[in-house]
Structures are given as C-alpha cells and as structure tokens.
C-alpha cells in the first residue's frame, strides 16, 4: 500500500500541483488526531517501539506500543502520509508490525513454551527488515546489532524461522529481486583510498547532524520541541507548510522517501540534483517531527545516495561506487550498526567487489558520528517513549507521537 500511495502522490504532483501541494498541512494533523485518539503507539518510525519493548517486555507496555491499535495504525496511517507527500518510509513501521504479530503470536501457550516474548519482538522485527529490503542477511544482523544490543537473545532459532518465512512471503509477493537492483560498480580502494577516507568522515559528519536534529525536535527541552508538545496539530500543520513549500521550490523529490530518484540514479538511467541529499534530509526531518507514522530508514538511505552522487562530482570520481558507499556510511553514522549498514547494502544491490570498502567506510562514519549524536537515533528516541497507563482506558491527550507519553518516533 505505501508504494502505490508514493506513485500516486507523483502522479498527483505532475498532474495537479497545486493539489498535491494542498495535502501534507491537511493530512499530518488528521493523521495526528488518529494516531493520539484511536492508534495509539502507532505514530513515528517503529522501530524505537520495539526497542523500547526488548528493553521492558512489559504486558501492559507491550500492549500500548505493540498492540492492535498500533499495528492497525501503522498499517492503515502510513499510507495515508505517504500519499499525502511525507518523506518517510515503509520499512521502518514494517518492523513495528512485525514485532507486534510475534508478540500477538506469544501469547499462545504452545508458543510461549517454546520462546520467550523478548526473543518473538526481536525476531517479529528482524523479519520485517528482511521482508522490506528482501535483505535476509541484513534483518539477521538488525536483530543482534540494533534491537538486541548489549542483550543475549535466548532462542535464535525462532530470529531464524521468522527471517525464512518473511523471506519466502516476500518471494512469493515480488519474487526474487534486489531492492535497487543489481550493480556491478566498483572502485580501485587502494588507490582511491583518500576519496573514500574523505567520504567516510564527511557521511559520518552528515549523518551525525542528521540524527542530531532529529532529536532536537522531539526533545521537550528544545524550543521547537517545545511548541511541539504544546502545539501538536498546529506543529503538525505547520511541518506539512513547511514540506510543501519545499516542494514548489524544489519540486516533487522532495516528497517520498527518494527510492525511485535513488534506484535511478544507481543504474545511471537519471541524474540527482546537488541539492538532492540535502532537501531530503531537511524534508525527512520535518516530516519526522510532525509526529506522523513513517520510517526513516528508507530516506536515510537516499540521503546517503544523494550525498555521494553529490560528492562523486566535486571529485570526478566514478558516481555509482561511492552513492554505495555513502549510503552506507551515512546509515552506519544514524543506526551506529556498522555490521548492519553495509550487509544490508551489499544484498540490496548484490555487488560483492565492493565488501572491503563498504566494511571501512561503515567503521570510519560510525566512530567520526559518535562525536555528534552519542548513540543509535533509535535508542536514544526509544529512551524518550513515556506511556502512561492511566490513558489507556480513555482518550489520551493530543500530545505528538516521539515524545508523548502515547508514543515514540524512525
């Protein structure tokens, strides 16, 4: 649903723009409503969620960030955004959906005998990752890397199984594919070894800012985070000004979480524009704070693309090895899962020449980000999660998704 909600929002755009530039001020305090008066927990990425839940496999926690309202939410307002121009993505709430089916799937007897709730969200998220990307590997690594850090995970086998049977729905649904497709670039990295040295401290740098602002914004103590938690739907409404505005500057790539743009772009078939990555973070952010369901995860990557593409031309360097490459440095320098950014990015495009590389560069980007934002963007928002137990008998109040003590915020 969320990829025919972005084809259609292009469409719109290139159709009727005035239209399409009416939608996000219109659509993110609906959206907003929804999430704080009927789906609760569904607002924002999902993936701090599940964290939040690994860390305190709670009933009553479970409930509220992984239970039918928010499953519901992220499956139904998610597309809804989307197709109103937010630049988000579908993978991140793929995980929270994920995770909430396995801890649904828990509550079973014979299940619960056989695993623990803690292994089944981990296992629930992993797959969604997999099942997003079509990245078995990748999801694998996720779920040791990310939603199981610092924490031993008692029964693998149910990762596994979950991984397998996301992998085979996946196949099944779109058959065997890569995400961006199949890339045979490559780059001499020995002798090119000052380029990607470069590029590995700039992505760090850039993904670092990125994952700061993203923070600032839901932090209560910040200005803007301020209005945002007085102010929600006006904040919310005021975002969707702010994306559509963009737009008529920047045009429809703004909007979206730039896959299209991105995939293009990789099989040389379409030029981003200098100025992509940085419209697309700035966008992303903004949609990010409006406290609407969507991912992160996705945008993240298309900055990092956005970002080498743009760097490939201040060095007449060869564009596609080092938009690889910059997507993983900049994810590596938002998740700090190293491991993870560059397995995922070797499978989306299947190239394995560029292993040795993609390994540096996820290690350089990750330590230089650890000056800018101390941890993963995901933990430290899922640390921000407060859930007040009292609101889930009636309405709670209209408070925006991250900070709120409904939700959280990909």
Known sequence: MSDFAGEWNKELFAEHMWIALLLPPIVFPIALWLVNTIFWGSGGSGIPQAIKVTKHPKPRLMERLLGPRAFMGKLLITPFVIAAGAAAGREGPTVQIGAALMAYAGRFPNIAKLFDTRSLIIAGGAAGVAAAFNTPLGGLMFAFEELGRRKTMRHTSALLMAIVLAGLVALILQGNYSYFGYSNATIDWVQEWLVIFTLAI???????????????????????????????????????????????????????AGYEETKAALQDSEELSPMFW??????????????????????????????????????????????????????????????????????????????????????????????????????????????SFAQTESAPEPKPAETTSLDDKK
């Open 202 to 256: 700039l992505t760090g740098i850039v993904g670092g800012l990125y994952g700061r602002s993203m923070l600032i914004l839901v932090s209560s103590t910040s200005f803007l985070g301020g209005l945002r938690s007085r102010f929600p739907y006006r904040f919310a409404a005021g975002c969707g000004v702010v994306l559509s505005l963009m737009a008529l500057v920047f045009g429809a790539e703004v909007f979206g």
């Open 278 to 387: 940085l419209t697309k973070m700035v966008a992303t952010v903004v949609s990010f704070a409006s406290g609407v369901p969507g991912g992160v995860f996705s945008p993240t990557l298309s900055i990092g693309a956005g970002f080498g593409h743009f760097f490939a031309g201040l060095t007449n360097s060869e564009t596609a090895p080092l938009m690889l490459l910059a997507m993983v440095g900049v994810l590596s320098a938002v998740t700090h899962c190293p491991i993870t950014a560059f397995v995922i990015v070797l499978e989306m495009v299947d190239n394995h020449d560029l292993v040795m590389p993609l390994i540096f560069v996820s290690a350089i980007s990750t330590q230089v980000s650890k000056r800018i934002l101390p941890a993963s963007i995901y933990h430290l928002l899922a640390n921000q999660i407060k859930v």
